[in-house]
């Protein structure tokens, strides 16, 4: 039995071990070993864990958490294998359903390397899209930021609530996005939020948010940076990312911009003046690294400063998000200015 049982752990470590090659092997030849790399690093991805069963010595409390470790280790190892995130049943049924062209999905639809956020078909053309350079500014009254949401109906479940409401309300990332305007407001700097509905139907978000967002320049034609507010969505044993800013907890932002645009190198040039303006004034309030979207446009060929902001994870909490809403700000009016 003695013999039975070692062979058994050997074997489902030597497996482990293969399936975790694989995995590498994966995220390397589809473009996504450095997200891997962060997670791993990060997290202090616990690989002596799964070797200490049956050490003498070890009390209950610490055997429980090893199970624990194991738990996780196991978690995340499906997760980077097939996309399924076992803490989330969605995933179970988006990742069959919707695998993306290049293999096996990540967390289903939202962490497809090429394209995270699921833009979905693009019905506008791609040789003749809508543009609007940003016009000059005349008067005070003139917006020069502009906030609307693709995806309402998300929200931070970090106190233990649901990560997202029905279809066809507004969630918490329309709470940010009204706080951020609000604060802008407040230093001078003329934003205007368009909290229309865009997810009522999640396949069809950016025909609708396209919609949105080209009403909003077309009414403001002199809008320097217009935001599409999300907020991410990660398996929760990657866990949550915060900074502390004046003693407070605040949730990260992350940049993503969608490449399938002859105008994007503009977009990036923003963001990462818009990252280093942000890194002098708050070290660590930004993911510095921009996630690009090789197969995705996410409305920024609309204008120039088009950006997709993800505040936080369904991780994190309201208040770790709405924290991030005055750091932004004064980012951005640094920036404009």
Not at 130 to 144: G, M, V
Request: hydrophobic share 40%.
């Amino acid at each position: 039995m003695f013999y039975q049982n070692t062979w058994f752990r050997t074997m489902v470590v030597i497996l482990f071990l293969i399936l975790f090659l694989f995995a590498i092997y994966f995220c390397i030849v589809n473009n996504s070993s450095n997200y891997l790399i962060r997670i791993l690093s990060d997290r202090s991805f616990p690989f002596p864990m799964l070797l200490l069963d049956g050490v003498p010595g070890l009390s209950q409390p610490q055997r429980e958490y090893i199970e624990e470790m194991r738990y996780k280790a196991a978690a995340l190892g499906m997760y980077f294998l097939t996309g399924v995130n076992i803490s989330d049943a969605r995933t179970y049924f988006l990742s069959f359903y919707a695998p993306p062209k290049q293999g096996i999905s990540w967390v289903g639809w939202t962490y497809y390397p090429s394209d995270p956020e699921m833009e979905g078909p693009i019905l506008e053309p791609l040789d003749n899209p809508f543009y609007n350079k940003p016009a000059p500014i005349t008067s005070e009254h003139d917006a020069l930021v502009g906030i609307y949401h693709t995806h309402n109906a998300e929200c931070y479940a970090g106190n233990g609530g649901k990560d997202r409401v029905a279809g066809g309300d507004n969630g918490d990332v329309v709470k940010v996005g009204h706080a951020l305007a609000e604060a802008l407001n407040k230093m001078g700097v003329k934003t205007i939020q368009d909290q229309t509905v865009n997810d009522a139907d999640y396949a069809e978000s950016y025909n609708h948010s396209y919609e949105t967002a080209k009403k909003m320049l077309e009414e403001n034609p002199t809008i320097r940076i217009l935001l599409d507010l999300h907020r991410d969505g990660i398996p929760p044993e990657v866990g949550k990312s915060i900074v502390k800013i004046d003693g407070q907890n605040v949730a990260k932002i992350m940049v993503v911009i969608g490449q399938k645009n002859p105008n994007w190198e503009k977009n990036n040039r923003i963001a990462e003046e818009i990252i280093k303006i942000a890194e002098e004034k708050y070290p660590g309030l930004f993911f510095t690294r921009i996630t690009y979207a090789s197969e995705a446009r996410y409305n920024q060929f609309l204008t120039d400063g088009a950006l997709l902001l993800e505040v936080g994870s369904q991780l994190n909490t309201l208040e770790e998000a709405m924290n991030a809403t005055k750091p932004i700000a004064q980012v951005l009016k640094e920036y404009l200015q």
